[in-house]
């Protein structure tokens, strides 16, 4: 499930502190927020949810090991548990982490700064279900903006080509993104699922046409592409609105949002790739600006030759409906 933001907006003593709260918190992009029970008539500021605090989300502000049992009982007995306490170590909430695992309960801890956030959405790996940013000043809460958009870092690893073959024409993708790219940032797509190609963005200047950093072109309708919580979808079913994950060269993921999907039939090429124990491949555009991410830089489809290396992620086992199986299965 992925990672919630919520921001408390019910602290402020006036109203109207509370209201720039909320204007913050949606001008950063986060969806929801703890606010007092008088304040539901400024719902109209903005699409976002209120959360209050009652039986089904409960606050305990930990300061000492009573504190603590009192949180570990209520597993199961509320929907939403927040956490907070001015004086936080990791233990107590490795133990509350690990209590909360598998129960119906998800576990929030609340967060003044980013970095504090950053810990416990990862403490033993699983981390919290949610953030609770508790900041006094509104402008703060624009600092959290890029914890919206982080996802779980990918392990890249590289492999070689072995093969580069023009084939028919086909219906081919490009995923325009709402978010601008830089070099070295890009999709993760394949015609397996076992393996997924890193495809730069058009974020370079080719000579031919202006860079569109915000693009991927990203291949044929039948390959997947990586989105949130390291599912995938199939090029061809994506539509506006929906979530994608960027990724980078050293594996830093970040989720932006569709803005739209080009289709159109192009010359298209295949291309065969090993890591030594198995073969992989995907289909692309046969073009100059569609280009694979490398270790140093990127390399165009068109002067791809066998023996080059680029940057994939692989997995073990299938995929159904997008999402991670363990089974044996073959893609060929």
């Known amino acids: 499930m992925k990672k919630e933001i919520w921001v408390r907006a019910d602290l402020p003593d006036s109203k109207e502190e509370r209201k720039e709260m909320l204007i913050s918190a949606i001008e950063t992009g986060i969806t929801s927020a703890v606010v007092r029970p008088e304040d539901e008539d400024l719902a109209s500021i903005g699409k976002i949810k209120f959360m209050k605090i009652d039986d089904n989300v409960k606050f305990v502000d930990i300061t000492s090991p009573e504190d603590q049992e009192y949180a570990m009982d209520l597993a199961g007995k509320c929907s939403v548990l927040i956490l907070s306490s001015k004086d936080w170590t990791i233990i107590p909430l490795e133990n509350l982490i690990a209590r909360f695992t598998g129960t119906e309960t998800r576990l929030f801890a609340v967060a003044s700064d980013i970095e504090s956030a950053r810990l416990y959405l990862k403490t033993m790996e699983k981390g919290v279900d949610g953030i609770v940013i508790s900041v006094s000043d509104p402008g703060k809460i624009r600092e959290f903006a890029d914890l919206i958009t982080e996802s779980s870092d990918v392990e890249l690893s590289e492999v070689e080509i072995t093969e580069i073959k023009n084939i028919e024409m086909g219906d081919r993708v490009c995923v325009d993104s709402v978010s601008m790219m830089v070099p070295g940032e890009g999709m993760l797509i394949g015609s397996q699922s076992n393996c997924l190609f890193l495809v730069q963005s058009e974020s370079e200047d080719s000579g031919y046409v202006a860079p569109r950093p915000f693009r991927v072109n990203a291949g044929a309708v039948h390959a997947y592409i990586m989105v949130p919580e390291g599912k995938t979808r199939y090029l061809g079913e994506l539509k506006s609105g929906e979530s994608i994950s960027i990724v980078s060269r050293d594996g830093k993921t970040k989720t932006t949002s569709v803005g739209r999907c080009k289709v159109e039939v192009r010359p298209m090429t295949l291309v065969k790739a090993t890591d ?4 992989f491949s995907t289909i692309l555009q046969n073009a100059e600006t569609v280009k694979l991410v490398t270790r140093e830089g990127a390399i165009s489809v068109t002067d791809l030759k066998a023996g080059d290396k680029v940057l994939v992620k ?19």
């Open 276 to 279: 030594g124990m198995k073969t």
């Open 314 to 332: 692989t997995d073990e086992g299938g995929r159904h409906f997008g999402m991670k199986v363990e089974e044996t299965y073959t893609e060929i």
